[in-house]
């Protein structure tokens, strides 16, 4: 499959697809490389092709062969709070619909009961990951599932925490499933299998690695050093494995608070950036012959960028990411971790001083300067990134942000790219917006 080729590092653009298939895009990078959409938001606006109802939660849409998948959880009992130290106990249904991509009228519904015993408990964290014939999901109190693309037929499904005694994480699983070759790989946490390998078709472990909590960071595959690596960042560590076997190549520790390794590692030529929440951030270099790795340098609070909720996109020796304690977008040198600027215009413009974990998710158009940027506030923003700045090119306002966050209303879940239309969703709605140029 094309996404499984895009995963194991090819670089061409010729062979991807108009689909939106997984977390982060066919290649899981931020880049978004259909063509024809716009330049810039018109001051207008843009076409709302359609709105179609949801339910609460955080995982992003997944487009794939002119099908839309939401995933979403159905309160039915209890009292939903946000308390980072406390865990919120509800009664309800998690909830996977497929929407037909032109109309968003609903193809198909799989629900199963699902009470929840986490904090920040609007609904599953995890986009849907399609392969094939198949769409794989992984809920918050961590029901590991494949369905059939057509009609939604349980392929196979796994429980980590029943099956595998895995502790539920508080803020639940959130490393969206990877799916590489005939593999799915995913973080379960527990003594000997921090991350977990499974066979994609028939749920069956194949290995399991490293001691340690699960964290929320999904695993990634990485061509480099001559060598397929996947790489896991948990808790304590960014750790590179041999996908096949699980055996390691390399680690180097980094331990963010309360376990929130959350942003994926990102790679630009030789170096790798993982961050971590206040002033947890480290600059990697790879080994160009070998799968080695030594640390270059570590963010100081002031400097880096230290992302929570949303990943930071790494071009050009500039990482560009959201500070989960300033709450603005900041551009890094990547050779020594020194701000550029910083703006709230991505997060929330009218902010002057700080806002905790201001997010908004950043996707790059190929081969430009030009970023598609969705805002915790509902707007989807057109903007140009360079070292030298950040310039706006229009935004126009998607959808209420339903959620909440330290007081104030949030969206916090990424949007989707695919057919010249942008699909994301809050805890009442989906909506697909026309980029066509």
Same mark, same amino acid.
């Given at each position: 499959?094309?996404?499984?080729?895009?995963?194991?590092?090819?670089?061409?653009?010729?062979?991807?697809?108009?689909?939106?298939?997984?977390?982060?895009?066919?290649?899981?990078?931020?880049?978004?490389?259909?063509?024809? +959409?716009?330049?810039?938001?018109?001051?207008?606006?843009?076409?709302?092709?359609?709105?179609?109802?949801?339910?609460?939660?955080?995982?992003?849409?997944?487009?794939?062969?002119?099908?839309?998948?939401?995933?979403?959880?159905?309160?039915?009992?209890?009292?939903?709070?946000?308390?980072?130290?406390?865990?919120?106990?509800?009664?309800?249904?998690?909830?996977?619909?497929?929407?037909?991509?032109?109309?968003?009228?609903?193809?198909?519904?799989?629900?199963?009961?699902?009470?929840?015993?986490?904090?920040?408990?609007?609904?599953?964290?995890?986009?849907?990951?399609?392969?094939?014939?198949?769409?794989?999901?992984?809920?918050?109190?961590?029901?590991?599932?494949?369905?059939?693309?057509?009609?939604?037929?349980?392929?196979?499904?796994?429980?980590?925490?029943?099956?595998?005694?895995?502790?539920?994480?508080?803020?639940? =699983?959130?490393?969206?499933?990877?799916?590489?070759?005939?593999?799915?790989?995913?973080?379960?946490?527990?003594?000997?299998?921090?991350?977990?390998? $499974?066979?994609?078709?028939?749920?069956? %472990?194949?290995?399991?690695?490293?001691?340690?909590?699960?964290?929320?960071?999904?695993?990634? +595959? +990485?061509?480099?050093?001559?060598?397929?690596? *996947?790489?896991?960042?948990?808790?304590?560590?960014?750790?590179?494995?041999?996908? %096949?076997?699980?055996?390691? #190549?390399?680690?180097?520790?980094?331990?963010?608070?309360?376990?929130?390794?959350?942003?994926?590692?990102?790679?630009?030529?030789?170096?790798?950036?993982?961050?971590? +929440? @206040?002033?947890?951030?480290?600059?990697?270099?790879?080994?160009?012959?070998?799968?080695?790795?030594?640390? *270059?340098?570590?963010?100081?609070?002031?400097?880096?960028?230290?992302?929570?909720?949303?990943?930071?996109?790494?071009?050009?020796?500039?990482? #560009?990411?959201?500070?989960?304690?300033?709450?603005?977008?900041?551009?890094?040198?990547?050779?020594?971790?020194? @701000?550029?600027?910083?703006? $709230?215009?991505?997060?929330?413009?009218?902010?002057? @001083?700080?806002?905790?974990?201001?997010? &908004?998710?950043?996707?790059?158009?190929?081969?430009?300067?030009?970023?598609?940027? =969705?805002?915790?506030?509902?707007?989807?923003?057109? &903007?140009?990134?360079?070292?030298?700045?950040?310039?706006?090119?229009?935004? $126009?306002?998607? *959808?209420?942000?339903?959620?909440?966050? =330290?007081?104030?209303?949030? %969206?916090?879940?990424?949007?989707?790219?695919?057919?010249?239309?942008?699909?994301?969703?809050?805890?009442?709605?989906?909506?697909?917006?026309? *980029?066509?140029?």
């Amino acid at each position: 499959m094309i996404a499984a080729a895009c995963f194991a590092g090819i670089s061409s653009t010729s062979a991807v697809a108009d689909d939106w298939p997984a977390w982060m895009g066919p290649t899981r990078d931020g880049i978004y490389r259909e063509t024809g +959409i716009i330049d810039q938001v018109p001051d207008s606006g843009l076409t709302v092709k359609w709105r179609t109802p949801v339910a609460g939660g955080y995982a992003g849409p997944a487009v794939a062969d002119g099908r839309v998948f939401v995933f979403d959880y159905k309160t039915t009992a209890g009292e939903a709070f946000n308390d980072a130290g406390k865990r919120a106990n509800l009664k309800g249904q998690e909830r996977l619909t497929a929407l037909d991509a032109e109309t968003g009228k609903q193809l198909w519904q799989y629900a199963y009961d699902r009470p929840y015993s986490i904090s920040y408990p609007a609904g599953p964290r995890c986009t849907p990951t399609v392969a094939g014939d198949l769409v794989y999901i992984l809920g918050s109190e961590g029901d590991l599932q494949a369905l059939r693309v057509s009609d939604g037929e349980v392929v196979w499904k796994r429980n980590l925490a029943k099956d595998l005694g895995a502790e539920v994480p508080i803020w639940g =699983f959130a490393a969206h499933p990877l799916i590489d070759g005939d593999t799915l790989y995913t973080m379960v946490g527990g003594e000997g299998q921090a991350v977990v390998a $499974f066979d994609k078709l028939t749920g069956k %472990v194949k290995w399991k690695a490293l001691d340690g909590n699960a964290g929320y960071c999904t695993p990634s +595959i +990485i061509q480099h050093g001559g060598t397929r690596q *996947l790489i896991v960042y948990h808790p304590t560590a960014v750790t590179s494995l041999n996908p %096949v076997t699980g055996s390691q #190549y390399w680690s180097i520790p980094i331990a963010p608070s309360f376990d929130m390794s959350i942003a994926r590692p990102m790679v630009d030529g030789d170096l790798m950036y993982a961050s971590g +929440i @206040r002033s947890e951030s480290l600059m990697i270099q790879l080994g160009s012959d070998s799968p080695t790795a030594k640390e *270059l340098w570590r963010g100081e609070p002031k400097e880096a960028v230290h992302s929570a909720n949303a990943t930071p996109i790494f071009t050009g020796g500039v990482v #560009y990411g959201t500070d989960c304690v300033v709450g603005t977008l900041i551009a890094v040198n990547a050779k020594d971790g020194s @701000r550029l600027w910083e703006t $709230f215009e991505a997060t929330k413009p009218d902010e002057k @001083r700080f806002i905790k974990h201001g997010t &908004a998710f950043l996707t790059r158009l190929a081969d430009t300067d030009r970023y598609l940027i =969705f805002s915790e506030t509902g707007d989807l923003q057109m &903007a140009k990134l360079t070292p030298d700045g950040y310039e706006d090119l229009g935004r $126009f306002h998607v *959808l209420e942000p339903t959620g909440e966050a =330290f007081g104030r209303p949030v %969206v916090w879940s990424h949007p989707a790219y695919a057919g010249q239309t942008a699909f994301a969703r809050n805890d009442e709605e989906i909506v697909a917006v026309d *980029l066509a140029k």
